[in-house]
């Protein structure tokens, strides 16, 4: 018997029916409003601020100055998405599962980009080579290899070691029988990663301070199944102060690195309102049904993530040289990469998942499927 025939659980039925229940269409639309909120940063702000000040939107530059923290939005849904996911399987199912959704879609979007690299990296002095190919397909180069040797593909992708790693502390957790105790950890570990914000010298490009997000996701995923309580409450007090001192200890290199004044008051309400957001979600206070369109917004949410960046810094730097006004070369960005966006998720995603889940099927022992 195969794992896909083994008789589903309660908790397996429970999970797939969650996926289809509003709150998720509520995560699903936070998702792409996210995404939205990291693009628009990249398109408006720190084109301009970089080496592209023909990106020139005064208004749009300064609604999209803190859209970075749709980063820190993004690893709390990571939370509670993965906590959701884990829910009810084993360690190889949930790492199939974990593989077949991230890596097709992000090497056909490495290899989108490559190519736009290939033939307009010239013109952001963004040069191409087989190493640098190479090393970006395993999504943990920086894992694997010095950071200081790395060069992304795309500026977006230093988060995706990241979620590696948070995906490897749950299949942990999954092959040890312990995921069912997450809260036995993750409460004290809120505790200490508050402590260690408190006194500890964290530096703002370590991956330390993105941990409350990822614990704020776990909690918000167990008030969703089983309520608040104040151990609950206490956890999500901990990551909410961890996060906002973080969050100001990258200010200042923001504010050097852009020169552009970065007010620690509207990363609080930003962080704040993401929190009471996902509470009143988890709460079941807001629902937004997950219809297809929404289902559709939240799947392109990945790869729009994955190839906005280093493609349109080429259209923008193409259109400044040849002088097409910026309306047209900014509406054209958007349009043209949720059309490639979608082609990738339409063509791509559902037919790569199929071939890697069979064959990671053909060649994991048979011992291991039943971890």
Known sequence: MTIENIPQTPAQISSKTALQ??????????????????IFYHYSFTFYHGDLSYVDIPVLRYLSQYGYLGVDI????????????????????????????????????????TLFLIFGGNLISSEMSLTRFLTNLTMIPT??????????????????????????VILLLLVLKQFKRIETFTIPLSLLILLSAVFLNIKFDSDL?????????????????????????????????????FASNRLPYLSEGYNAVFKSSIV?????????????????????????????????????????????????????IHNIPLFFSFTFILIFIFFISFLVHKIFERRGKIILDKTLDKITPKVLKHF
């Open 209 to 245: 301070i993105w941990i409350p997000n990822f614990i704020a996701g776990v909690i918000f995923y167990k008030i969703y199944k089983n309520g608040l309580n104040t151990w609950r409450i206490f956890a999500l007090i901990n990551t909410f102060i961890a996060s906002l001192i």
């Open 21 to 38: 229940s509003p709150k998720i269409g509520s995560i699903n639309t936070l998702r792409f409003i996210a995404a939205m909120m990291v």
């Open 268 to 320: 609080t309400l930003y962080i704040l309102f993401s929190y009471i957001f996902f509470l009143l979600i988890s709460l079941n206070k807001i629902k937004i049904p997950n219809n297809k369109y929404i289902n559709i917004l939240g799947l392109l949410t990945y790869p729009l993530y994955l190839l906005h960046q280093q493609i349109a810094r080429i259209i923008f730097k193409y259109s400044e």
């Open 74 to 113: 993004f690893f709390i849904i990571s939370g509670f998405v993965i906590a959701l996911s884990a829910e009810g399987r084993n360690a190889y199912a949930f790492f199939k599962s974990r593989i077949g959704r991230l890596y097709p879609v992000f090497w056909i979007s490495a290899i989108i980009t």
């Open 143 to 168: 894992i694997i290899w010095s950071k200081e040797t790395i060069d992304f593909l795309d500026g977006a992708y230093w988060t995706l070691a990241i979620e590696m790693k948070f995906y490897f």
